[in-house]
C-alpha cells in the first residue's frame, strides 16, 4: 500500500513543480492601445494603492480615459473648498505633475448646459494645476446626475483630504440651496442627519463674505464656529468694522479666524474707579465713582443734610463755567 502511495507522489511531483514553473514564467496578457498605456501608468503609482485599484476597476468597467483642453472643461456647479490654488499645497501638485506628469486623471461629466463642454465632478486642484501648466487633461468621462456629482465630489474628498469643517458646512448649505436632497448630501458628506442639520445651520447664520475673508480654519472645528456665529449675532455693526482688515489677510486662515473672534469677544468691563470726598476733618461726605464712561456723585445725606439739593441747584453755574474753561 505504501509503494502505491509513493509511487502516485512521484508521478504526481513532475507535474505540480512544471506547473508551479509555468506560472512563474507566464508573460501577462499584452493590451493593446490605450489600455495598455493606462496599465503603464497605472503601475507607476506605487505611492498609491487605493488609487491605481480605483482606476484598474474603472477601466475594467468599461471606462476609458481621454485627453481634454482644459479650457473646455468647467467648475462643479458647487464649490467645496475654500482655496483651491492659493496655498503651499497647491504649488507642490503643480511642480510634481510638471516634473512627472498626471498620473490620475480627473472625473468630468458632459456639462448639462453646454454640449461641447464637460464639468469636473472631482479633480478640480488637478484641473487647476495642468490649466496653469498649459497641458491637456487626462479625464473620465461619465454621465452623471446633479447628485451623482455631488456624492462622487463628496467622496472624493473625504479619501483624499478632509475638508474642514466650515467647508464642509458651506458646501452642504449651498448644495440644499440648489435643491439637492439631504439624503444625497449625508451620502456625499459621510455624516448624519443631526450633524448635517448642524453644519448647514452654522453656514446659514455666518455672511459668505466673512467665511471666504476667513477661509478654511482646518484646525477650527464645530464648537469654536458656533461661538463665533452667537457672537457675532450679539454684536452691532458690521463684523468689518470691528477687525484690521490688512492684518486680518496677511495671517494665515487658522489666525485669522482667532482674530476676527477676539474681535466679536465683548470687552472686560474694568472695576468701577472710586475717589471719595472728605471735609478738611477727614469726613468722608460723599463720593465719586467712574465707570463705562459714566460718573456718578454719592453724597452722604445723613451727614451732610441739604448738600445734595444745593449741588443740583447749582450744576447749571458749574456746567457754564466748564464750557467757559474749554472755551476760553
Known sequence: MNKRRDALKAMMAPINEASQTEHRL????QKSGSLKAMGLSLQSLSDDADEAQALREKLASGEHVITIEP???????????????DTAEFEELRASIEEHGQQVPILVRPNPRNDSRYQVAYGHRRLAALKAIGRPVKAIVRDLSDEDLIVAQGKENLERKDLSFIERALFAARL???????????????????????????????PEDLIQAIGPAPKVGRPRWEQLSQLLQETPGHWKERVD?????????????????KSLMPKKKSGAYIYPLKSREG??????????AKTRVIIN????????????????????????????
Open 26 to 29: 507566464a508573460k501577462p496578457a
Open 71 to 85: 479650457d473646455l472643461i468647467d467648475a462643479s456647479f458647487i464649490r467645496d473648498r475654500l482655496d483651491d490654488v
Open 301 to 328: 445725606e445723613a451727614m451732610t443734610p441739604g448738600f445734595g439739593h444745593y449741588l443740583i441747584e447749582h450744576l447749571p453755574e458749574i456746567y457754564a463755567a466748564f464750557n467757559r474753561r474749554e472755551h476760553s
Open 245 to 261: 482688515m490688512e492684518l486680518l489677510f496677511r495671517l494665515d486662515s487658522d489666525a485669522r479666524f482667532a482674530l476676527l473672534l
Open 176 to 206: 440644499e440651496a440648489h435643491g439637492i436632497e439631504r439624503q444625497a448630501l449625508m451620502a456625499a458628506l459621510s455624516v448624519h442627519k443631526g450633524n448635517l442639520s448642524t453644519m448647514i445651520a452654522v453656514a446659514n447664520s455666518l
Open 283 to 292: 469726613q468722608a461726605f460723599a463720593r465719586i465713582e467712574q465707570a463705562d
